[in-house]
């Protein structure tokens, strides 16, 4: 059975970096497309971005491409989340999760994912 687990969030300043890691680990820990999430405190929960089960390909929405980059470590089970520049609109828990259903682009739904992680803060100071 595959687990999540995401670390690696904390306090930013704005236009700071952060990555944060997903810890794979199971025997299904290589073979799914791999997304992040976010979510801040009265909104509803924002696709972020994802990655397919090789690392070739990945897709994110507008509003964080060109500041974020997703890649993977398949020999080590590890998905990461690079963000750059980031602002105050970037602070929210984020998740990692894994498709039912495989690597699609455009823009995912919660519900196509399981196997969601506790989530890891990230908090971007003004």
């Known amino acids: 059975q595959l687990q999540l687990v995401e670390s690696g969030g904390g306090l930013v300043q704005y236009g700071g970096s952060l990555k944060l890691s997903c810890a794979a680990s199971?025997?299904?820990?290589?073979?799914?497309?791999i997304a992040w999430f976010r979510q801040a405190p009265g909104k509803e929960r924002e696709f972020v971005g994802q990655v397919d089960r090789s690392g070739d390909d990945t897709w994110y929405p507008s509003s964080v491409e060109g500041r974020c980059t997703i890649s993977r470590d398949n020999a080590k089970k590890l998905v990461f989340l690079q963000m750059d520049n980031l602002n105050t609109a970037d602070t929210a828990v984020y998740y990692c999760?894994?498709?039912?259903?495989?690597?699609?682009?455009?823009?995912?739904?919660?519900?196509?994912?399981?196997?969601w992680g506790q989530g890891t803060q990230v908090t971007v100071s003004s």
């Open positions: 199971g025997y299904t820990a290589t073979d799914r497309a």
């Open positions: 999760a894994a498709s039912k259903r495989g690597f699609y682009t455009g823009p995912r739904n919660p519900r196509d994912f399981f196997s």
